[in-house]
C-alpha cells in the first residue's frame, strides 16, 4: 500500500498570491468565481473579508493573503474566489477564499514533494504539505484541510450567522418603523 500512495499521481490547480505561486488539490476546489460584492460582517476575524450568496447559500469569504500573514488583497481584473471544501474535525464546510489570480491546473507525483525548509518555531507550516518545481519557479503545495484552524472555522461560521440574525432584525426594525408612519 505504501508502494500505491508513492506513485499516486495527483492533480493541483495553482494561484497567485502576490508573488508567490501556491496550489491545491483539485477536490478540495469546487469553483472558481469571478469577483462580486462581498458583504462585510461586523465582529469577524480580520482576515473574513464579508459572505457572498452562493445559489441561496451564505459562503464565507477569506482574504487568503491575510491568512497567510500577507498583505491585504487588492482587487483586480483577475482576483477571483475559490470556493473550498474544507474538512475541519471531520465535517465539510464551504469556504471562499481571496486570490489573486488563477493559474493552471497541474499534475505531480507525490514523490517528487520537496521538504518545506526549516524556517523557525515563529512561521506556523502545518497547511503547507511541500513545495515542487514547476516552470522554473517553487510552488507551494498546501494541506487545504489544515489551513484553518478549528477556532478558524468556529469564527467564520458564527459570523455568517450572526448577519444573517442581524440583517433578519434590521428587517424586522424597518417593517415596524414603515408600518409607525
Known sequence: MDDQLINEVNSYLSFKLGNETFAAHVNNV?????LTNITPVPRS??????????RGTVLPIIDTRLKFGMSETVFT????????????????????????????VFEIDVKDLLPIPSI???YKTEFI?????LNEEFV???DIDKMLSIDDATLIIESSHV???DDL?????????????
Do not use: A, H
Open 77 to 104: 481584473i483577475k482576483t477571483c474566489i475559490l470556493v473550498l471544501n474544507v474538512n475541519i474535525d471531520g465535517e465539510n464546510v464551504l469556504i471562499g477564499g481571496l486570490v489573486d489570480s488563477v493559474l493552471e
Open 120 to 122: 523557525g518555531k515563529k
Open 163 to 165: 448577519e444573517n440574525r
Open 129 to 133: 504539505k511541500g513545495l515542487i518545481r
Open 140 to 142: 507551494i503545495i498546501l
Open 169 to 181: 432584525n434590521e428587517k424586522k426594525e424597518n417593517k415596524k418603523s414603515t408600518k409607525k408612519i
Open 30 to 34: 469546487i469553483n472558481i468565481l469571478e
Open 45 to 54: 476575524p480580520e482576515y473574513m473579508k464579508g459572505v457572498i450568496n452562493l
